[in-house]
């Protein structure tokens, strides 16, 4: 079936000058870019991205916990990660696009890989090219420097997308 799903490359992809290679892995999968852009986004806009939902949060926190961090509360503690990634997104360009293809969005994580880049698979984007981890994040006080964003499900992705792209 075919799908569009939002990926965005995140401040360190784009500082690090990986804005087309890490294109090139979803391209060589057989995904189409059919929206591109760079910008700075602004905090309203990163707001609504990373918005306050305590589900979200609790998988944060608990990401960290399952990575060795000393997590008491995995709620409070993926409040504390969602502030500082909402910093993070907001600290240099990004890049948003849209990737359709058939069974676009369970084939664009698959490519991205693991949150974790330490954990993720060769041959994907965060385990080829990542350079951080969470546990090391974690201990600086700071998100995870893990180069993209990818859309978690369908409903996900068409919020997205309307957020990213729907006045255009």
Do not use: C
Request: no cysteine.
């Amino acid at each position: 079936m075919k799908q569009q799903t939002l990926i965005i490359i995140k401040p360190d992809g784009v500082e690090r000058n990986l804005i087309g290679k890490i294109i090139s892995y979803y391209e060589e999968a057989g995904l189409k870019v059919i929206r591109l852009k760079m910008v700075q986004a602004d905090r309203d806009l990163i707001m609504k991205h990373y918005e306050e939902n305590e589900d979200y949060m609790r998988a944060i926190g608990q990401k960290s916990k399952d990575a060795g961090n000393q997590v008491r509360d995995t709620l409070e503690y993926g409040r504390m990660i969602v502030q500082s990634l909402r910093d993070y997104m907001t600290s240099g360009p990004v890049v948003p696009m849209v990737l359709e293809g058939d069974d676009a969005i369970a084939r664009a994580r698959k490519i991205t890989g693991f949150t974790d880049p330490t954990q993720a698979d060769k041959g994907t984007i965060r385990g080829d090219l990542g350079n951080d981890s969470i546990a090391k994040a974690n201990s600086e006080g700071r998100p995870t420097k893990n180069l993209i964003h990818a859309s978690g499900n369908g409903e996900e992705a068409e919020k997205e997308i309307e957020l990213w792209f729907g006045e255009e």
